[in-house]
């Protein structure tokens, strides 16, 4: 930099002839780019002619502040110049610039005026001012405040003061020696610290630039305190009451002075004055610092005013005191409860009592007197009651409304009594008052009728129902007594005659078996009464209906059976497939479903000949009549209702096929006859199986034999036996209840096969032990024990074989016998003239075992061994014949029951003379096996 001086400078002198000063001004903080003149046109020189002559300029500042385009010449500003930064306080501000030309060397410079413009605000320096002032200083009392500053020149330097409005100061311009001058705060009006303890001012400077530039600083003034203000009291005067017996401590007030002055002048101090009576100085005691006054001493007698004076100073120099006046009244004090006494109370009051009916006279009184001494009595109850004052402190408990009795019985009646004191006593007392019962109430049914429900062939005392009628009133009056009102029914019946009415319960009971094919239903009225006086009543209607049972079975009306003789109706064999041949009408007494007949066909000589209407009755043909059908047909039919249980009748009719009608029907007793005898190859069956059985048990009796040969102890064991078997068989012999029942069963199917089953039944030595000899399964044993009447488990059957084994077998299920066979519909029942006979429960199809039991349509009830006389199997040509012996016969001591037709049963007895052999051979067979047994 030092070398580039050097140069120009010799440059300088070498061509100082020719050298020019160029002079150019620029506001300061121009912005870049700003032309601010033209070198060329300056030095009249051509613009092209900088760039020729290699034109430099040369900048003695560190940052070049100014430029030339040489393409113009223009001089303009690169960076803006601060001219406070560069002159600082100086008066002008010139920067100094060489411009240097090559080829002729020439040297010329270049001075740049940076005029000032009022880019800077006025400032304090010293901040804002705080100032204290006492409040006893006079108006003109002046304070210098601080100067501001300004960094820009001339007229943007030069500052003017301003002060905020304030009624107690006001701004002056001092002077000093040199002639500067500096604002000054002068006081107008006296201070109060009281009033403001603060002042807040604000002191502004401005400029004289455009636009003005300003500062403002904060003066604040303090005002310092002076004891120049008394304490002041609240409130002058302070009054007050208390009660006589107020104790030492109590506090009667509060006093509160303030000092609006500081410090020490303005803390106050609390004291009884000189003005208040000696003899009360030492009643009250009053606290220094917080002003309480409290008794300090009895304060003596009642409805007396106390008047004393307190006063406050402050701790100023010169103590300033202010005063208050204290006025106490002594009261006195409520210490007397009010008493209450009642004069005369009614014990009970009835419920049909009028409105204004005395309950009870009362008084009070108070022994304190004035407003302590005023009683006041008020009443507190749910119920219709008022309180009336009668005269001085007497009160009397009237009734203001109905009573009832049945809603309320008793009320509670709470009396308060209570004085005007303050605070008031008051006493209690608690009035019971209760409500008499009057008989106002009739007992009421829940319904004006009641509807019954009751099955017909009901016991005689049973109970139908029960009426209940509700009185609210009480005792006798609400105790109810029921009576039936004797009426007649549709059919002249008196209700009397049919149920009776408990009179205290209501229970209705029958007085007969209803019958619902005779009596319906019928209504009567039960009347309840109370105990009251007078009595009150009410009635209620009992609508009594007899719900149907099915007890009736269906009669049939048509056909009907003349002379013994089975009804026969003719049909032609030409006649087609649903030819009506006769209707079953059947009717049943019962209702509902107990009364909806339906029709079926049980057993038929042909069942694929005939078919019959399930509903309407009509017996048809079910398909054309084959030359090969028999003259004479036989058909069952049977009417069932549909009650739980059913119940059925049955009628047999004869169907004769011609074409012709003869004039002597012929005999439909031998319809249900076989139709030939055994077939060459069923007979070989027979007599194969017959052979294999035979050889099964002579192998099963000999591992038998050789089993019991090995016992040890069997032929003692089977003699005890044997002894006990023939006591218990003389015992049962002498039993008629214990018999003993050979069941000879015939199975006779379409096919020619006959095969006949014997059985023997007896109770065995151990009293509960059925034996049973012969072929047979579980299902066997259980029915035929059944149809016997042995009562007895499955449990305790026993087999005995003929031989005289005695080992106990449990009996195990076996196949049912093949030859004896009824398909599902067959088995739907078999109804003997006395009874019913069904397949037992779990039976299969091809089980040969029956139940017989009486159906509920007979009354006849077999006693203990005796057997139905006759039971016919429906849907089977097999018919069920029972003959029962004396138990004393020469014959046989059982029941036999034979399974065939009766046709065969006439045979029998006519060849009963030549096969009067054979059966003396057969019975005694039976003899010896009872003896074994």
């Not at 004891?227 to 509060?254: C, H, I, M």
């Amino acid at each position: 930099m030092m070398g580039w001086m050097v140069v120009v400078l010799c440059l300088w002198v070498s061509c100082g002839a020719a050298a020019k000063q160029l002079e150019y001004s620029v506001l300061e903080e121009t912005q870049r780019g700003v032309a601010i003149g033209n070198v060329a046109a300056d030095l009249k020189l051509p613009a092209s002619a900088l760039s020729l002559r290699n034109f430099r300029i040369l900048s003695h500042h560190h940052e070049p502040y100014f430029g030339v385009d040489l393409g113009s010449g223009n001089v303009v500003v690169r960076e803006p110049a601060d001219r406070e930064r560069l002159c600082g306080t100086k008066a002008s501000c010139v920067l100094t610039c060489e411009l240097m030309f090559e080829d002729p060397l020439e040297l010329h410079k270049m001075r740049v005026h940076v005029l000032d413009t009022n880019d800077n605000s006025p400032h304090f320096p010293a901040g804002d001012v705080q100032l204290h002032i006492p409040e006893f200083l006079t108006p003109g009392a002046r304070f210098t405040l601080p100067n501001a500053q300004d960094a820009d020149e001339g007229s943007n330097g030069m500052l003017s003061y301003s002060l905020s409005p304030n009624q107690h100061f006001r701004l002056e311009m001092g002077s000093r020696v040199d002639g500067s001058e500096y604002p000054e705060l002068v006081l107008e009006k006296a201070l109060d610290r009281e009033q403001l303890a603060t002042h807040l001012l604000v002191l502004t400077a401005q400029d004289g630039g455009l636009p003005v530039r300003s500062a403002d600083a904060q003066v604040t003034i303090i005002v310092v305190d002076t004891n120049d203000n008394a304490p002041v009291f609240e409130r002058s005067v302070y009054r007050t009451k208390v009660p006589e017996t107020a104790p030492n401590g109590t506090v009667l007030f509060q006093v509160r002075a303030s000092d609006p002055d500081e410090g020490s002048n303005g803390e106050v101090w609390y004291s009884l004055s000189n003005s208040t009576r000696a003899e009360l100085r030492h009643i009250f005691h009053v606290h220094p610092k917080s002003g309480e006054v409290q008794v300090a001493a009895s304060l003596g007698a009642p409805e007396t005013l106390l008047e004393a004076y307190i006063e406050a100073r402050d701790e100023g120099a010169f103590g300033l005191v202010s005063t208050a006046k204290l006025l106490v009244e002594v009261t006195d004090v409520n210490d007397h409860v009010p008493e209450v006494d009642f004069m005369t109370i009614s014990n009970s009051v009835p419920e049909d009592a009028a409105p204004g009916t005395v309950v009870a006279l009362l008084s009070v009184k108070d022994e304190d007197l004035g407003p302590n001494g005023r009683v006041i009595c008020s009443m507190s109850s749910r119920g219709p009651f008022q309180l009336k004052a009668s005269f001085d402190n007497y009160y009397s408990l009237l009734t203001d409304g109905p009573l009832d009795h049945e809603q309320i019985s008793e009320y509670q009646v709470l009396i308060t009594a209570s004085d005007g004191g303050s605070p008031p006593l008051s006493t209690q007392r608690t009035l019971t008052v209760s409500i008499a019962d009057v008989n106002d109430n009739t007992p009421r049914f829940p319904q004006p009728q009641q509807e019954i429900f009751v099955a017909e062939n009901n016991g005689l005392g049973a109970s139908l129902g029960r009426v209940f009628a509700q009185d609210p009133d009480q005792g006798k009056n609400g105790l109810v007594f029921y009576e039936l009102l004797d009426t007649l029914n549709s059919e002249g019946m008196p209700a009397s005659s049919l149920v009776a009415v408990e009179p205290s319960s209501g229970d209705i009971t029958a007085k007969t078996s209803f019958d619902f094919e005779k009596l319906r239903g019928f209504h009567f009225q039960v009347e309840g009464r109370d105990s009251g006086i007078p009595p009150r009543s009410s009635t209620v209607t009992i609508n009594l209906f007899v719900v149907d049972r099915n007890d009736n079975a269906p009669v049939i009306l048509f056909p009907l059976p003349r002379n013994g003789s089975i009804p026969v109706e003719a049909v032609p064999r030409s006649a087609r497939i649903g030819h009506l041949i006769t209707k079953v009408v059947a009717e049943d007494a019962d209702s509902g479903s107990n009364a909806w007949l339906s029709y079926h066909i049980s057993q038929a000589s042909d069942s694929s000949l005939f078919r019959i209407s399930a509903n309407m009755g009509e017996l048809r043909t079910a398909r054309l009549v084959l030359s090969t059908d028999a003259v004479k047909q036989r058909v069952v039919v049977v009417v069932q209702d549909h009650g739980d249980p059913p119940l059925s009748s049955s009628v047999i009719l004869g169907v004769l096929l011609s074409n012709s009608v003869p004039q002597v029907l012929p005999e439909f007793e031998d319809v249900w006859e076989p139709g030939g005898q055994l077939s060459t190859r069923n007979l070989y069956l027979v007599i194969a199986l017959a052979c294999v059985s035979f050889l099964f048990l002579g192998c099963l009796l000999f591992f038998m034999c050789i089993k019991l040969s090995q016992s040890p102890g069997y032929c003692s064991q089977s003699c005890c036996h044997s002894s006990e078997d023939l006591r218990y068989r003389r015992k049962m012999a002498s039993n008629h209840y214990m018999t003993s029942a050979t069941v000879d069963v015939t199975t006779v199917e379409r096919l020619t096969q006959t095969y006949l089953y014997r059985a023997s039944l007896g109770l065995g030595s151990n009293h509960n032990s059925l034996l049973l000899h012969g072929e047979h399964n579980a299902a066997d044993l259980r029915n035929l024990a059944t149809g016997v009447r042995l009562n007895l488990p499955i449990s305790c059957i026993q087999i005995r074989n003929r031989k005289g084994d005695h080992t106990n077998v449990n009996v195990m299920p076996r196949q049912p016998n093949p030859d004896w066979r009824y398909s599902a519909s067959l088995r739907a029942g078999m109804h003997p003239e006395a009874g019913e006979v069904s397949p037992p429960v779990g039976a299969g199809v091809n089980s040969n075992s029956w139940t017989f039991k009486y159906g509920p349509g007979n009354p006849k009830q077999s006693g203990p061994g005796e057997l139905p006389d006759k039971f016919i199997i429906p849907g089977s040509p097999a018919i069920i014949s029972i003959r029962q012996e004396p138990t004393n016969s020469q014959i046989d001591k059982s029941d036999f029951i034979t399974f065939g037709k009766k046709e065969e049963t006439k045979k029998k007895k006519k060849k009963k003379k030549g096969n009067k052999t054979q059966e003396k051979k057969e019975k005694g067979n039976s003899t010896t096996d009872n003896s074994d047994q």
